[in-house]
């Protein structure tokens, strides 16, 4: 059994005291300013009246912001470089001359964010002092020993404020005690193993539905804001258990590749997106690849209808039979669940080429492995049936 040392970025979230908000309120317009303004002399230079048109750089906009700091009583002139880079950063990446403004105030507000450099958050006993200012977070144990390159506040729909840092640490390669899951995901079950462990879907958007539409209609915006917000640390709580759980369990994972992004467009969007297959997906991912396993998404196409004993198309199909939960093979008679039999022959779809149309995530290539020879004695065993 190898295992090996290896360096990872994990970001901090940490929930500010209240009685820093007002400041980080008040900070959080100036950074919009600062952007707005960047966002008006850059467009302004890529389509001028006369003369040639400029595409400016992080640097031409720092020149032209030289100086601002004057204007502002809460941010320095390093969380303005930083607003200017991210700018120009977006910018390039949406390859658009002008982007979204920031918007300070009224229902289209945008969420509070801030910027910084490594040396403008210190460490100042029991409090961190940020651009003059002393603020204080929640859990400053698990700042002991961190070392943060740059960082942010934000502030989510709630109006909280968190302070994000990546920093790096250190996780150890190891080598998983079995080989090889197949993942199916679902809408009863979010996900099925081909082992027959099961996700439950929670529900948890549905299960407090009725409380949100009774603060909604009382006109209690921030109690739904909050009511929403449990929702989703819910539901993301139980998905990091379980990628937890089957990342430290197998070498080999292997997700069909569902679409959640076409299926959100239908009617069955709300237990899609209560699902969470594509939070899953992602954590998988990079789970997978900071503990050295090999994910994969293989096409899911006949999985369910596919029996995974004798590989005859017995199965249920079409919209109609998508009550059914357990079925038995008409061919060799084994009595199947619904997901776990999909979840099987996942397992085994060692031989299709790996889909590409799997939620926009980065293929990793798998090593070949046992799979294939039980593909093949699969095939062949249908063959002898034959
Ligand atoms: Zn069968």
């Known amino acids: 059994m190898a295992s090996d040392i290896q360096h990872c970025v994990q ?3 940490l929930k500010v005291k209240r009685e820093g908000y007002a400041w980080l309120n008040a900070a959080a317009i100036e950074v919009n300013q600062v952007w707005n303004f960047s966002n008006a002399a850059s467009y302004k230079a890529a389509r001028p009246f006369s003369g040639q ?6 640097f031409d906009l720092d020149k032209l912001t030289a100086g601002a700091t004057e204007c502002f009583d809460h941010i320095g002139s390093d969380t303005i470089q930083r607003v200017n880079a991210e700018f120009a950063t977006r910018r390039r990446q949406f390859k658009k001359a002008k982007l979204r403004w920031r918007v300070s105030q009224g229902p289209k507000r945008s969420l509070g964010w801030i910027p910084f450099k490594a040396v403008q958050l210190k460490r100042n006993g029991k409090s961190l002092r940020f651009a003059g200012k002393a603020l204080r977070v929640f859990e400053r144990a698990l700042l002991e020993g961190a070392v943060w390159k740059s960082g942010c506040f934000a502030q989510d729909s709630v109006g909280d404020w968190w302070l994000c840092l990546p920093v790096a640490q250190q996780v150890v390669l190891s080598v998983a005690p079995q080989e090889v899951v197949g993942l199916d995901l679902g809408l009863r079950e979010t996900v099925a193993t081909s082992d027959g462990d099961k996700l ?3 529900h948890f958007y549905r299960s407090i539905e009725g409380k949100i ?18 929702a989703a640390r819910r539901r993301k709580d139980a998905l990091h258990k379980f990628s937890r759980k089957i990342v430290n369990q197998y070498q080999t994972i292997k997700i069909g590749d569902v679409s959640s992004l076409k299926l959100a467009k239908t009617r069955m969007a709300k237990s899609v997106l209560d699902a969470g297959w594509g939070m899953l997906k992602a954590q998988l991912q990079y789970k997978g690849q900071q503990a050295g396993r090999c ?3 293989v096409d899911e196409r006949n ?7 004798c590989w005859a198309l017995t199965g249920p199909t079409g919209l109609d ?4 939960k ?4 008409s061919a060799c008679g084994v009595t199947h669940d619904r997901n776990v039999n999909a979840g099987r022959n996942i397992r085994s779809a060692g031989r299709c080429p790996p889909s590409v149309c799997g939620n926009e995530l980065p293929l990793i290539v798998a090593p070949p492995s046992q799979t294939s020879s039980r593909c093949e004695a699969g095939t062949s065993a249908l063959k002898a049936a034959a």
């Open 11 to 13: 970001t901090l979230r």
């Open 53 to 58: 048109p400029r595409w400016l750089s992080a």
């Open 200 to 202: 439950e879907a929670g």
């Open 213 to 230: 539409a009774a603060a909604q209609r009382r006109a209690h915006q921030r109690q739904a804001k909050r009511l929403h917000r449990t």
């Open 295 to 297: 994910v994969l998404i």
């Open 303 to 309: 999985t369910t209808r596919t029996c995974s004993s």
């Open 321 to 324: 039979m998508l009550v059914v």
């Open 326 to 329: 357990t079925w038995v093979c």
